[in-house]
């Protein structure tokens, strides 16, 4: 009898074994197998040399082992069930039969009835299935986002003015949303072509923002009204476009906003779809100058974002 009790206990611990490993596994808790398996290894042992006075303290600790898998499924692991535990519990039941201790019965009862209380096998495949997909989701997810500032975004040489001045050409018939240029003078390259395209975005409801202002030009910007803008403008080739983009920024206050920056910056930002920046006075000059000019345009989002936050930063020295 002594022999049973240490094989149906060895059983009992194995089995406890398997579902800490369930346990641990889903929950994290290397503990709930750790403490089983270890019974496991002693029993077995005790059994192949048959330490019978030890057998009513090793069934002991095999129950209260299988209570803490028990109590530690129920609390972590209710909405993750564990597999089949019918073979646990016809255990219990055959080591029922064999204690005659009253207080180990009520443990084998309160195990049996907790190990009822636990949700089908079914049921965890589904949980863990669930869990699984949500967790390939989010990381496919952020893969996808580590992918994106990594892939090789388009960098191409801009030469010379024309070679800027179709780059604007082509922000302007493309903009979305809101185009950014930034230039120190709003000189004759900022024409009538040039100014039809910023009308044209303001009357579909895009935003157009215009950095300007070279700051030699404007020491005493605090004093600075219209009026001596546009004598500004007629006194300077530089400026000669300045009245018409006022006029259209108070006819337009939602959509074009022009910033004084006291700047030598000369850049453009397309949405968030490309960029420009060189050397091209691009608002000041048209494409017929001869004279050498290089830029850089890019879709590099990083650097997109750099220039955007570089004028949304910017002081407006007009105010």
């Known amino acids: 009898m002594t022999k049973r009790w240490l094989e149906i206990a060895e059983y009992v611990s194995l089995a406890s074994a398997a579902i800490g490993s369930v346990a641990a596994f889903v929950s994290q808790q290397v503990a709930l197998a750790a403490a089983p398996l270890t019974l496991s290894l002693w ?55 064999s204690v005659d201790d009253r207080s180990e019965l009520g443990q084998i009862q309160e195990l049996k009835a907790a190990i009822a209380q636990i949700p ?102 605090a004093q600075i009204r219209s009026s001596i803008r546009q004598q500004l403008a007629s006194r300077s080739g530089y400026y000669v476009a300045l009245p018409k983009l006022e006029e259209l920024e108070q006819q337009y206050p939602q959509q074009l906003k022009l910033k004084l920056l006291g700047t030598h910056e000369k850049y453009l930002v397309c949405d968030r779809s490309f960029a420009m920046l060189g050397s091209h006075n691009f608002l000041t000059s048209g494409a017929r100058d001869s004279e050498r000019e290089v830029g850089l345009r890019t879709s590099d989002p990083r650097l997109i974002a750099n220039l955007i936050e570089l004028f949304e930063t910017a002081a407006d020295l007009e105010f």
């Open 43 to 97: 029993l077995n042992l005790l059994n192949r040399q048959q330490f019978q006075w030890q057998v009513k303290k090793y069934v002991g600790t095999a129950i209260a082992d299988v209570q803490q898998v028990v109590s530690s499924l129920h609390t972590n692991l209710y909405s993750l069930p564990s597999a089949d535990l019918s073979p646990i519990a016809k255990r219990l039941d055959e080591l029922a039969a």
């Open 120 to 221: 089908p096998a079914s049921e965890i495949e589904k949980a863990i299935a669930s869990q699984l997909e949500a967790a390939i989701t989010d990381w496919t997810t952020q893969i996808n986002q580590q992918l994106t500032l990594i892939q090789p975004f388009e960098y191409q040489l801009v030469v010379n003015r024309s070679g800027s001045r179709a780059v604007l050409m082509e922000a302007l018939e493309k903009a979305q949303e809101r185009l950014i240029l930034v230039c120190p003078w709003l000189g004759y390259g900022t024409d009538a072509q040039v100014l039809s395209g910023i009308e044209s975005l303001l009357r579909q409801q895009i935003e157009v923002w215009i950095g300007w202002g070279m700051q030699r030009d404007i020491d005493q910007v």
